[in-house]
Every structure is written in structure tokens, then in C-alpha cells.
């Protein structure tokens, strides 16, 4: 597993959902709505980029606009892939990615 795998899984997911509007984000799913799946994605993401650098996790901000979602996505995964995480994590983070596309 490295980065191009963690990337080419952002890239489909960013392709599938990336031109979402606010109603589509809305739409309930398990749990709560598509947006709160991304959210929790996201938050897990920065997690386990606070864990790979060795820094204390912190909360990632829920923003009113569910279409910034996917910006907060880039930027996490970014930060992950920049903290070196190991296999294991990145092909946890391409897992997680692949599995919340195909449940959306």
C-alpha cells in the first residue's frame, strides 16, 4: 500500500461526490446524514494524522456549508500522507474512503 493508492481513492471518492449540493449532503443515511458519514471520515482521517506525528488528536471543526466537507477531506489526507503513517494506516484511510463512496 502507499500514497498513489490513498490518492487514487480520494480522487474516485472527489469524483463521485464532489459536485454535491447541500440537498444531496442532507440525505439521511445510518446514523445521521451523508454529510455526518463524511464528517466522521474526515475527523478519523486528522486522528490518524495526529497519532503519525506523535501530536494530541484534535476536534475537526463541523462547518455549517457541507460542501466544504470535501475540501476538509483533501486537507486531512494531505496532512496524513505527510505524516508518513505506515502501511497499515494508509491502507486503512483507502479502505475507509472506498467503503463510505460505495455506501453513498
Same mark, same amino acid.
Given at each position: 500500500?502507499?500514497? !498513489? ?16 449540493? !447541500?440537498?444531496?449532503?442532507? #440525505? *439521511? $443515511? &445510518? =446514523? ?5 458519514? $463524511?464528517? #466522521?471520515?474526515?475527523?478519523?482521517? /486528522?486522528? !490518524?494524522? /495526529?497519532?503519525?506525528? =506523535?501530536? *494530541? ?10 460542501? &466544504? ?6 486537507? %486531512? %489526507? /494531505?496532512?496524513?500522507? #505527510? &505524516?508518513?503513517?505506515?502501511?497499515? %494506516?494508509? &491502507?486503512?484511510? #483507502? ?10
Amino acid at each position: 500500500m502507499s500514497t !498513489a493508492t490513498l490518492d487514487q481513492a480520494l480522487e474516485r471518492f472527489i469524483r463521485q461526490v464532489g459536485h454535491w449540493e !447541500a440537498p444531496r449532503w442532507a #440525505a *439521511p $443515511l &445510518a =446514523g445521521g446524514s451523508r454529510a455526518d458519514a $463524511l464528517h #466522521a471520515l474526515v475527523t478519523w482521517v /486528522a486522528d !490518524a494524522a /495526529a497519532d503519525a506525528e =506523535g501530536e *494530541p488528536r484534535r476536534p475537526v471543526p463541523r462547518l455549517t456549508n457541507d460542501l &466544504a466537507l470535501v475540501d476538509q477531506l483533501r486537507v %486531512v %489526507v /494531505a496532512d496524513l500522507r #505527510a &505524516a508518513n503513517p505506515g502501511e497499515a %494506516v494508509l &491502507a486503512e484511510a #483507502a479502505g475507509r474512503l472506498t467503503a463510505l463512496r460505495h455506501t453513498l
